[in-house]
T-cell receptor, first 111, second 119 residues
Framework: QKEVEQNSGPLSVPEGAIASLNCTYSDRGSQSFFWYRQYSGKSPELIMFIYSNGDKEDGRFTAQLNKASQYVSLLIRDSQPSDSATYLCAAAIDAGNMLTFGGGTRLMVKP | NAGVTQTPKFRILKIGQSMTLQCTQDMNHNYMYWYRQDPGMGLKLIYYSVGAGITDKGEVPNGYNVSRSTTEDFPLRLELAAPSQTSVYFC??????????????????FGPGTRLTVT
């Protein structure tokens, strides 16, 4: 059984702080990892994907992958109230056609 | 492009009734998916399709059926609805996208969802 685990939160951070979201996965065969953002009542949207160990940066977002520890994280710098949403971590054994999703972490950014 | 569209947005079914959730995409994507999302939970894959005429089961297929007669459409059929099928249903389609250093991945685009209640 492939599993992706996330702390459900809520994770509360003040505006301007760094939000750190974490995810662990059980299938060592997982090759690619995705972070989706989901606003309340809306559908998920892709914000980052990562394949290689280390960091990948895109604007205020940094994804980090440690395959030895089976650990993925998402850092959001200079958090804004508009970042308040649920963040879903997903893992795939391929390039992303077949995703296993975690339960999501709810982030609240307080002005 | 409208992207991925789903109908209806909301539906209430009585136990034992049947219905079809419609999904259409206009992006010419080969891959399409159906997920369900229970409150406070992640997405569970019900069925997927790699192209017209080809479908396969996902993690939670029991109680559902799909067909894919065209690239654009991927309807999900619920037979004999049960309260356990109360959920939000998302349809998605995917295409390959280029990333940094030549990495490629499949980005899944989601429809707006259908909120289904079975009572």
């Amino acid at each position: 059984q492939k599993e992706v685990e996330q702390n459900s939160g809520p994770l509360s951070v003040p505006e301007g702080a760094i939000a750190s979201l974490n995810c662990t996965y059980s299938d060592r065969g997982s090759q690619s990892f995705f972070w989706y953002r989901q606003y309340s009542g809306k559908s998920p949207e892709l914000i980052m994907f990562i394949y290689s160990n280390g960091d990948k940066e895109d604007g205020r977002f940094t994804a980090q992958l440690n395959k030895a520890s089976q650990y993925v994280s998402l850092l959001i710098r200079d958090s804004q109230p508009s970042d308040s949403a649920t963040y879903l971590c997903a893992a795939a054994i391929d390039a992303g056609n077949m995703l296993t999703f975690g339960g999501g972490t709810r982030l609240m950014v307080k002005p | 492009n409208a992207g991925v569209t789903q109908t209806p947005k909301f539906r209430i079914l009585k136990i034992g009734q049947s219905m079809t959730l419609q999904c259409t995409q206009d992006m010419n994507h080969n891959y399409m998916y159906w997920y369900r999302q229970d409150p406070g939970m992640g997405l569970k894959l019900i069925y997927y399709s790699v192209g017209a005429g080809i479908t396969d089961k996902g993690e939670v297929p029991n109680g559902y059926n799909v067909s894919r007669s065209t690239t654009e459409d991927f309807p999900l059929r619920l037979e004999l609805a049960a309260p356990s099928q109360t959920s939000v249903y998302f349809c998605a389609s995917s295409t390959r996208r280029a990333g940094l250093a030549g990495q490629r991945s499949y980005e899944q685009y989601f429809g707006p969802g259908t909120r289904l209640t079975v009572t």
